[in-house]
C-alpha cells in the first residue's frame, strides 16, 4: 500500500479524534461572557490533571492533521 491511498484513512482517523478531543473539553465561559458581559470567573484558569492533558493531547492531534494534509498535498 502506498501513501495516497492510506493518507485520507489517517486523516479521517485524525479528524474523529480531534472532534471527540474538542467535544470532551470542560468550557469555563459562562453564556454572558461569550456574549460581551462580565464573566469574572474566566480571568485566569490553570489546566491541571485530565484536562492538562486533553488540551496537549488536541494540539499534538491538530499538528499532526496539519502534518498529514500538508503531505497529501505534496505527494499529490
Known amino acids: 500500500m502506498d501513501a ?11 479528524s474523529v479524534l ?5 467535544l470532551l473539553q ?6 454572558g ?5 462580565d464573566n469574572f470567573s474566566a480571568a485566569f484558569h490553570t489546566r491541571r490533571g485530565a ?5 496537549y493531547a488536541t494540539v ?6 496539519a502534518l498529514t494534509a500538508v503531505f497529501a498535498l505534496i505527494i499529490a
Not at 470542560?26 to 453564556?31: E, K, N, R, V
Not at 461572557?33 to 458581559?37: D, R, V
Open 4 to 14: 495516497q491511498t492510506v493518507l485520507p484513512y489517517v486523516e479521517i482517523g485524525l
Open 18 to 22: 480531534i472532534i471527540a478531543a474538542v
Open 26 to 31: 470542560q468550557s469555563g465561559a459562562s453564556m
Open 33 to 37: 461572557g461569550t456574549l460581551g458581559g
Open 51 to 55: 484536562e492538562r492533558v486533553l488540551f
Open 60 to 65: 499534538v492531534l491538530g499538528v499532526l492533521f
